[in-house]
Each structure stands twice: as C-alpha cells, then as structure tokens.
C-alpha cells in the first residue's frame, strides 16, 4: 500500500512554493489494478498541497456518470478531433464527466527575486511534465500524447505545446479548497482531460467545463438545450470581447473561429457590447436594499433584468457567469413580487447550474431535489412586495 494514501494524510498546512510534490491522486498503488475505478490523476502540487487535497471530507467522492450516455468524440470539420452529441441533451443536463490525466501549475515561474527568462521557464515545465508523464500509467500516458498540440512553430517543446493546448484552467476551484493559494501566476493551475480535451471552441458555446477538487473531476455540462448531432463546444476566449481580439486570442490555436457570432460580427459585437454595459446589473449595491424596502409596485429590476436576459439568449452566450446572475436576481425580484412561480422556474434554472443533477439521478428525483433547492434559494424573499401583485399581472 502507498504510504501517502489520503487516510494516512495529516491537516492542511501551510503551503510551501519552493517545494514542488509529484502525487498520483486519489492514491496510487504498486498493483495498478487497485487503483480507483474511476482513474487516477498525475499531479504537480506545491509543499501541503496534497494533505489540503486528501482533507477534505468524503474525498475521494465519485466521478458523477451521464444515466444515458451522451457523446462521442468524432471528426470535426477544420478542428482535428471534437465532442459530438448522440442524443438531445437539455440544459443544465451532465454530458460526461471524467478523472483527468493531469493537475499542474500552468508553468513554473521563478520565485521572487530569481528574475524572469521565458525560455527558462518553458524548458523547466517541460522537464517537470516529463517527470509527471512518466509517471502516469501506460494508458495515460498514450492518451496525452495522442492529444492536439497547436504550439509547433513558437518553440514550445511538444510536452508543453500539448499543455498548453488542451488545458484548462482550474486556479479559481482549487482556491475555494485551498484558500492559502495565491491569485496571480503562483496560483494558475491546468488540468487534461483525455476526452473533455478534445472539446472545440465557438464564441457562442453550448457547454460548461468545470472543476470539483472533491471527486477530482472534470466535468461537462450543456449550458443549454443540444440537438442530437451537434457539437458540444466551449470557450478559450473572453467572449465579451470584440470579434477582432478574440482572434487575436484564438490565433495560437491555430484555427479562424467561423462561428456565427464571427460570421456576423457587426451585430454581434454591438449586443456583446450592450451586454458588458450591464455588468453594473449584477453588481449594484441598490439592488440588495430594493430586495429589503417594505411592499411596492415598482417593477424596473424586472424589466430590466428580462432585457438583459433576452439580450444574452439572442447572442447565445448562456455560458457567461452574468447569465446565471441574471436568472438568480430575476428568481429573487420574482418572489419578492410575489410571483411564485416565474420564481421557482428560474431558481430551478440557478440551481440546475450549480451541481450535476440534471441526467445524473432519474428524473422523478430530479425534480424533488431541484423544486426543493429552488424553494429554499428564494424563500427569504418570497412575498415581501405582495403589494405588487395585481401590477405585476396587469403589466402581463
Ligand atoms: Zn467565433
């Protein structure tokens, strides 16, 4: 047995930046054949990394599973490889998850005071991934370098080419566990799927990939409704961002997005615009004090907030975290109106984003735990504006 086995591990300490640790994850074992069902992750940790990792309660969880299978990876015209739809997937539902083949800082800079020589820093990631590719098991290690590397003419060695290629950032989750880790460089970490890799980009995606240190997975969930057939695509870019500097960021992948905000890039970068405009809507500090005021008919966050969400759903961007907090403040001035219902059905929405129940637990299942969830997420403002009622339904 490993003497590092997650059970064996102490509490969290701090961590330790001029450590670097090489960890099989959940554990690993001499017999390979004992390792988890569900895989196991080659990592790159800083010094008490691995012990705040192995803390935390019920770890390892399982990797959630689609009920009904949903995708393959197939041919994709002028992309290598992609991720298909086999059936009609709803919004919100789990497309697949998986254990992925690697967890690493997204480069190893120099600490502080050693300056800072790019060449330097690409070629020790590449010695660094080298030792975690060896590592890995023979499957493993076959899967990563069969992956897609668009970094062959900048000097990037093919190791790190394929790193930079495939990974996606998780920096942001491993702080919710980790709080000690830095924001900045320090703190950027990448993971590689060996299916969810192969996942394309469009800058009006129809997926979400995501991180859960818990179960160590990578997840893929449809942002909203996939025809069967369709390609399940993602973001590399800042999808606010005119048509021009997309391209600008998407040119070391080594492809022209021909997508139909792309095609239509006139119109398209105006809505785009208007919507960063509001970004004010999910922030404003009046808001929370409108929630408190006693009963009134007053409707302008409705409003507003419905344009908004037209405005995102007609440049499809239902990816962006604004979309979210659009549907959780329309679920909040909902209940707060005293309209139930539109309140629930948004919640429901908010809800359905935040954790894989959609296409993980049978249907009837899934609508007690998403009704339940709404009603608690909208219950400290139901019917405070009972007031506003008959407005409400007059102005329908
Ligand atoms: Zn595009």
Known sequence: MDPELPGNTSAPTTINYDQYRFAGLPATYFNTAANDADGVTECILYGGMKEAICAQPDFPKAVPRALVPAHQIAPSVGAGLGMFATRAIRAHELIFAERPLLLMPAAFWPTQGRGFDRESMIAHS??????????????????????????????????????????????????????????????????????????????????????DLCSLSLRVSAVRNIAEGEEITTMYCDLLDPCTTRRRTLSPYGFTCACEACQHRIDSDVRRRRIHASHHLWKDATFERWLRKPPQVDDQYKMQLLRLLRLIEEENLQLLQGYRNTRQKLAFVCAALGDKPNAIKYAKDVIGTRSPIRGVVPISAEKTLLNKAARSLIEPHLSKKVGARTHEMSRA
């Open 126 to 211: 590449n010695e660094m991934l080298k030792c975690a590719i060896k590592r890995m098991t023979p499957a493993n290690r076959a899967a990563y370098c069969a992956l897609s590397n668009s970094h062959l003419r900048d000097g990037s060695p093919e190791l790190f080419g394929i790193l930079r290629t495939n990974g996606f950032s998780v920096g942001e989750r491993l702080r919710e566990v980790i709080t000690q880790l830095p924001e900045g460089p320090m703190g950027m970490f990448t993971v590689i799927g060996k299916e969810l890799s192969r996942i394309n980009h469009s800058c009006s995606p129809n997926s979400h990939v995501d991180f």
